[in-house]
């Protein structure tokens, strides 16, 4: 029962220092004599702040340089032209085109196609009717 009442008593006081403390702010520990005089002291009113001028500056053009039509005689950018030619291989590994006809790519030529048809003898496509 005690508790209670103290607690009452804490609440009570608590709520009664909030209300003078927020509730009434025209309480004040300033005098009226001072607070009075006070009132009258506000600052000047200042006068209307012009901007400056907003320049925006012409943007120069740039035009292209003129690219003259001169022909470049790079290898790199021309294209190689390889006519084609019956049991010839073109080698590229150098970076160039090389036909070569050697007895060799014709002899390897020869056993593929004959694997292929190996591996195609024995398969049979029946068609949808």
């Known amino acids: 029962m005690?508790?209670?009442?103290?607690?009452?008593?804490?609440?009570?006081?608590?709520?009664?220092?909030?209300y003078c403390g927020i509730m009434r702010p025209h309480?004040?520990?300033?005098?009226?004599?001072?607070?009075?005089?006070?009132?009258d002291?506000?600052?000047?009113?200042l006068?209307?702040?012009?901007l400056p001028a907003l320049v925006i500056p012409e943007i120069p053009t740039i035009k292209p340089p003129v690219v003259s039509s001169q022909t470049r005689s790079d290898p790199i950018l021309v294209r190689p032209e390889v006519p084609i030619?019956?049991?010839?291989?073109i080698d590229f590994s150098i970076g160039a085109p090389v036909v070569r006809?050697?007895?060799?790519?014709q002899d390897a030529?020869?056993?593929?196609?004959?694997?292929?048809?190996e591996v195609v003898k024995g398969a049979k496509i029946e068609t949808k009717k």
């Open 2 to 18: 005690k508790n209670r009442l103290l607690w009452a008593l804490i609440l009570s006081v608590g709520l009664t220092a909030l």
């Open 27 to 39: 309480v004040s520990t300033i005098p009226k004599e001072i607070l009075e005089p006070m009132a």
């Open 41 to 45: 002291l506000k600052p000047p009113a």
């Open 47 to 50: 006068p209307p702040i012009e």
């Open 85 to 89: 030619q019956n049991q010839a291989t």
């Open 101 to 105: 006809v050697d007895g060799k790519d």
């Open 109 to 117: 030529l020869e056993a593929a196609l004959k694997e292929m048809a």
